[in-house]
């Protein structure tokens, strides 16, 4: 399971410090074996559609469950509903949704300076991509739950848990599709979900146009926006962060958005946040003492 266990953090702190995470290197070796189970048992195309509906649906969850709920408060809704976003969000396996916040919360604050957990501008694409989660530094980062989710027992539970959902999701799609649903309709569209996400660490701070003069090196790259249905639209997301439509104009699709409006409809989320019209065209940002390293 990819994450880290809820533990108090003086513990965490003092046992972590940075060297190779040997559990998320088994993890991540054994979840990119996973798929090739299916040259065993074959496959099937119920696997193959459950892959495809399941990247689409837990792509929908980390952008706007993990990122912009949990990380940014960037619309509300219910505590039932919040449930449901934070369940979704965690049969990606990206650990706890309170875990998740707090390390994205650090990556704004020191977005591409040498700190940043997961810039490319410092230690490359393939340490942003994926590396830094196979070394314990970022365990430190994530820590600690603070913030008014914290407050939710249901989602400190989740936190001591992170495993429960993913798990009843394989379980689920093995009794259902047999072998093939593990192989495919979980592990290989886990797999997908993962590096979607994680392009955003690396190739949208890399690669992409920049309208904004951000104080980072984010860039709007299309490419992952549309794996990510609107996620890679990255220098848009780090100038307006409580934003929860990243896609700024017309051109720039951005699905997760749209489907919070749908959502917004049925009354199961309420004040969506969006930039002001107005502040589209401010492209200037204030630096701050901490923030004003700019690579790029
Ligand atoms: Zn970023
Ligand atoms: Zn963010």
Redesign the pocket.
């Given at each position: 399971m990819l994450g880290e266990e809820a533990m108090p953090a003086g513990e965490r702190s003092s046992a972590t410090g940075d060297r190779l995470y040997l559990r998320n290197v088994i993890y991540f070796g054994a979840l990119h074996a996973l798929p090739l189970g299916a040259l065993i048992t074959g496959a099937s195309r119920g696997a193959f559609v459950a892959a495809a509906v399941l990247y689409v649906v837990r792509i929908w969850f980390v952008t706007c469950g993990y990122?912009s709920y949990f990380?940014?408060r960037a619309f509300k809704t219910s505590r039932w509903f919040q449930l449901v976003l934070a369940i979704g969000a965690q049969t990606s396996s990206q650990g706890s949704v309170l875990g998740w916040a707090a390390t994205?919360r650090y990556?704004?604050v020191h977005a591409d300076a040498p700190s940043d957990l997961h810039s490319p501008h410092h230690r490359g694409l393939w340490y942003a991509h994926i590396g830094w989660l196979l070394r314990t530094e970022y365990l430190a980062r994530s820590q600690p739950r603070t913030g008014p989710f914290a407050a939710f027992p249901e989602l400190v539970w989740l936190d001591r848990h992170p495993y429960v959902p993913p798990v009843c999701l394989a379980t689920a799609l093995a009794l259902g599709l047999g072998w093939p649903g593990l192989f495919i309709g979980y592990g290989l569209s886990t797999l997908a979900v993962y590096h979607a996400t994680f392009a955003v660490n690396s190739l949208a701070h890399r690669f992409g146009a920049r309208p904004y003069a951000t104080p980072d090196g984010s860039r709007n790259n299309w490419l992952v926006a549309l794996i990510m249905l609107g996620g890679g639209w990255h220098n848009n997301?780090?100038r307006f962060?409580r934003s929860a439509r990243h896609g700024l104009r017309w051109w720039e699709l951005d699905v997760s958005y749209g489907v919070l409006v749908v959502l917004g409809w049925l009354a199961l989320v309420s004040e969506i946040r969006v930039p002001r019209p107005e502040s589209l065209s401010e492209h200037a940002v204030r630096r701050t003492p901490e923030r004003s390293h700019r690579p790029c």
């Open positions: 990122h990380s940014h994205h990556h704004h997301h780090h962060p």
